[in-house]
Nanobody, 122 residues
Framework: QVQLVESGGGLVQAGGSLRLSCAAS????????AGWFRQAPGKDREFVAA????????YYLPSVKGRFTISSDNAKSTVTLQMNNLKPEDTAVYYC???????????????WGQGAQVTVSS
C-alpha cells in the first residue's frame, strides 16, 4: 500500500511560481509512475504530467510543458512539481498520484494524494 501526502500550493499572481510536493510512504517512486492531475470547478480531472524514472520516461500536458517540471529527491520518496509562469487557467486543485504501471489516465492510478489548491490571480 502507498500513502501520498501533498503539501504546497497557495495563491500567486499570474507569472509567479509555486511548488507542490508529494511524499510517499509504503513505497518510493523508484518503480512507480508519479503523476500530477488537476481539477478546476465544474470540470473533469485533467492530466498535467507524469514521470517514471525506472524507464526514463516523462510526459507533460502541452499547455504546461516548459513551465512545469517534475523532480524528486535522491531517495525518490518525495516528488515535486515546480510550476513557473503560472496563468489564471492553471487554477485548480492539484492531485499527485502513483501507479505501478506507466499511465497518464486518471482512472488507472491506484494511489492518490489529498489534493492542494493552486489559485492564480490575474
Amino acid at each position: 500500500q502507498v500513502q501520498l501526502v501533498e503539501s504546497g500550493g497557495g495563491l500567486v499572481q499570474a507569472g509567479g511560481s509555486l511548488r507542490l510536493s508529494c511524499a510517499a510512504s509504503g513505497r518510493t517512486f523508484s518503480r512507480l509512475t508519479a503523476g500530477w492531475f488537476r481539477q478546476a470547478p465544474g470540470k473533469d480531472r485533467e492530466f498535467v504530467a507524469a514521470i517514471r524514472w525506472s524507464i526514463n520516461r516523462s510526459y507533460y500536458l502541452p499547455s504546461v510543458k516548459g513551465r512545469f517540471t517534475i523532480s524528486s529527491d535522491n531517495a525518490k520518496s518525495t516528488v515535486t512539481l515546480q510550476m513557473n509562469n503560472l496563468k489564471p487557467e492553471d487554477t485548480a486543485v492539484y492531485y499527485c498520484a502513483a501507479d505501478p504501471t506507466w499511465t497518464t489516465v486518471a482512472g488507472e492510478y491506484h494511489y492518490w494524494g489529498q489534493g492542494a489548491q493552486v489559485t492564480v490571480s490575474s
